[in-house]
């Protein structure tokens, strides 16, 4: 499914919670950080946020699919459910950032033919 250059595209964003519930206010803020990630990366299809609430920490594990890629996942335990999902969207960005650097650095690379015809042209053959 390829998108229209220009096309407006909202991402479902599907915020799950185990052993527990969250409020309504951390609900809309995790939704609305979460959306923030098609700054980093149009081709998000889908972005899902699990919280897992135990006794002594929460765990939150954030999973972004994409086009063309498998799953990007991140994940981190801490205190409270707004601070431990804010250090796990960093460690999604990061991984985004790096993997959409990899892209253009790779579109960037000559070709294997453009290479050898280089290396043609500097060794020159002997006259003799």
């Given at each position: 499914?390829d998108r229209?250059a220009g ?6 964003v599907?915020?799950?919670c185990?052993h527990?519930s969250?409020?309504d206010e ?8 979460a959306?923030k ?7 998000v299809?889908?972005?899902a ?5 135990n ?20 994940s981190?335990r801490?205190e409270?459910?707004?601070?431990t999902f ?6 999604m960005?990061?991984q985004?950032?790096?993997y959409?650097e ?12 453009d290479?050898?015809?280089q290396?043609?042209d ?7």
């Open positions: 499914m229209a096309e407006e595209f909202f991402v479902q599907s915020v799950t185990r527990g969250i409020t951390v609900r809309d803020y995790i939704t609305q950080k959306e990630l098609l700054t980093f990366f149009e081709r299809f889908a972005i946020v699990t919280v897992d609430i006794k002594d920490h929460v765990l939150v594990e954030l999973l972004v699919d994409t086009e063309h890629r498998h799953n990007f996942v991140a981190d801490g409270d459910v707004p601070g804010d250090r796990v969207l960093h460690k960005e990061q985004i950032k790096k959409k990899k892209i253009q650095d790779h579109r960037r690379d000559k070709s294997l033919n290479v050898a015809e290396a043609i500097v060794v020159e053959p002997e006259e003799g």
